[in-house]
Nanobody
Framework: QVQLVESGGGLVQAGVSLRLSCAAS????????MGWFRQAPGKEREFVAA???????YYTDSVKGRFTISRDNAKNTVYLQMNSLKPEDTAVYYC????????????????WGQGTQVTVSS
């Protein structure tokens, strides 16, 4: 089993930055595609960003230029640097791992963290 634990969420004002971290257990982290998804109240879970085994990155249009996903395989950790946060970024952010190439579809991921709350006030 792979366990994913997110951290770094919080309550912040619009325009500031947060960095989310996702620490993974297991020995095969470097072979996984890692993704970040978010879910706001009353909305479906939404793809945010992903990073593949060879570190190509992908973003949903609404966060391009503001968010950066990265990974440190030596630490079994994936990060989401979030700059210029907006109230519409408010959501529970979930880290996910897939034993394959990246996907924008949440159902394609094999492991999920419990989520970390990000709240952005105006």
């Amino acid at each position: 089993q792979v366990q994913l634990v997110e951290s770094g969420g919080g309550l912040v004002q619009a325009g500031v930055s947060l960095r989310l971290s996702c620490a993974a257990s297991g020995r095969a982290f470097s072979t996984y595609a890692m993704g970040w998804f978010r879910q706001a109240p009353g909305k479906e879970r939404e793809f945010v960003a992903a990073i593949g085994m060879g570190s190509p990155t992908y973003y949903t249009d609404s966060v391009k230029g503001r968010f950066t996903i990265s990974r440190d395989n030596a630490k079994n950790t994936v990060y989401l640097q979030m700059n210029s946060l907006k109230p519409e970024d408010t959501a529970v952010y979930y880290c996910a791992a897939r034993k394959s190439y990246y996907s924008r579809t949440s159902g394609n991921y094999d492991y999920w963290g419990q989520g970390t709350q990000v709240t952005v006030s105006s």
